[in-house]
């Protein structure tokens, strides 16, 4: 018996790309789109809110790896921030 192809309509959340929604913050694109989601889902959309973790809670994040996190800290530095050192207190 034939079976209906399944189609997969597009939703809002699809009809916008991650770079999109990345221009609205200033993510670094090099992160990669898998990180830059992760990242927009806990509501990190920009360099400074990146700052405010560490290295091991932006690691905690689904998406983002180790490559993210040195384009990260590259970005960061070039405005003399960093990466909240895990000895800091929040």
Do not use: C, F, Y
Not at 5 to 10: G, K, Q
Not at 40 to 59: F, M, P, R, V, Y
């Amino acid at each position: 018996m034939w079976s209906t192809p399944r189609v997969r309509l597009p939703t809002m959340a699809r009809m916008t790309s991650p770079r999109d929604s990345a221009r609205s913050g200033d993510l670094p694109a090099g992160i990669g789109r898998p990180a830059t989601r992760a990242l927009e889902q806990a509501g990190i959309t920009t360099l400074d809110a990146a700052a405010g973790h560490s290295a091991k809670e932006l690691l905690a994040l689904h998406g983002v790896g180790p490559k993210a996190i040195r384009v990260l800290t590259a970005s960061l530095g070039e405005r003399g921030l960093h990466i909240r050192s895990e000895n800091s207190e929040g």
